[in-house]
């Protein structure tokens, strides 16, 4: 056996196993962003469960949504600022959420669910005019205040009823 050989196994064992090795990283690549895709829905999960939450164990912050997403006309000035505030929070919670997903970190599935929510919020005058008149709304990227016009454009149809403990339903074709 001469060099020649021995150098010409030694670069087909060389290419072996750079290719195992890519094959390995590439494994690992996926399985990292499985991990960081659970990790977001699952923290994602958490802060909506915790925004939710406030309502369920706060009697006055349970009536000050209710009526504010189904006659907010029978909020006072004090309660419209509550609500207004509550709802300044959701849209952040809402444009965190939008922007996980857009990267990749949140699966459509878990994103359809969300954005249900959101666009179910629309049939109430006070987030209406929370994001077509109120500076506050300014709060949020433009890129993401495009969007919820966008989506407000598209889903006139949604209809979300904390009273009755619905859940949005689908539009109708």
């Known amino acids: 056996m001469n060099w020649e050989a021995v ?3 030694g ?3 060389g290419a072996v196993a750079v290719v195992a090795t890519l094959v390995y990283l590439a494994a690992q690549v996926r399985q990292s962003q499985q991990i960081a895709r659970s990790e977001s829905e699952s923290h994602s999960s958490a802060l909506w469960f915790q925004h939710c939450l406030q309502p369920a164990i706060h009697p006055g912050v ?4 209710e009526v504010g997403l189904s006659d907010p006309g029978q909020l006072d000035a004090e309660d419209v600022r509550r609500f207004r505030w509550w709802i300044m929070h959701f849209y ?3 444009e965190d959420t939008w922007r996980k997903h857009k990267s990749g970190l949140l699966s459509r599935e878990a994103w359809e669910g969300y954005e249900r929510v959101i666009t179910g919020m629309w049939n109430s ?3 209406a005019e ?5 500076p506050a709304s300014e709060a949020y990227s ?6 919820m016009m966008t989506l407000r454009e598209q889903s006139s149809d949604w209809s979300l009823s904390y009273q009755s403990g619905r859940l949005p339903r689908e539009p109708s074709t």
Do not use: S
């Not at 929370?130 to 109120?134: G, K, L, N, S, Y």
């Not at 433009?142 to 969007?147: G, V």
């Open 62 to 65: 349970a009536r000050i949504v």
């Open 130 to 134: 929370f994001w077509e008149a109120d």
């Open 92 to 94: 952040f919670l809402a």
């Open 7 to 9: 150098g010409a196994v």
């Open 11 to 13: 670069e087909v064992g």
């Open 125 to 127: 005058a006070l987030v």
């Open 142 to 147: 433009l890129e993401f205040r495009a969007f």
